[in-house]
């Protein structure tokens, strides 16, 4: 509470190099979607949890037409190791540029 890392928080740290690739993870995403959008793809890719339904809030909500989680995809918890091997993965086979 008073701002001190202990075992608890410590799992949710990355070092410099982690927060590098996470930055370029990113700015790969977001190139992506910024295509997908100039190319005319606007589909929705809706997630929910087993609590919430992230549409309800969605300030576009109205155009996509999503008001249930029926064809939402499913928030993953992944652990710190597990989203880092991804991102390994998903940096050898990128192809925006």
């Given amino acids: ?53 992230y549409c309800q809030f969605c300030p576009y909500q109205q155009v996509c037409g999503t008001e249930t989680a029926d064809n939402a995809r499913e928030q993953i918890n992944w652990k710190h190791d597990e989203v880092f091997s991804i991102l390994k993965e998903r940096e050898n086979n990128a192809t925006v540029d």
């Fill in 1 to 53: 509470k008073k701002g001190a890392i202990n075992a608890a928080s410590a799992e949710y740290l990355c070092t410099a190099e982690e927060f590098e690739q996470l930055f370029k993870s990113v700015d790969r995403s977001l190139k992506e979607m910024a295509n997908a959008l100039h190319s005319g793809d606007i589909s929705c890719d809706p997630i929910a949890d087993s609590k919430v339904v």
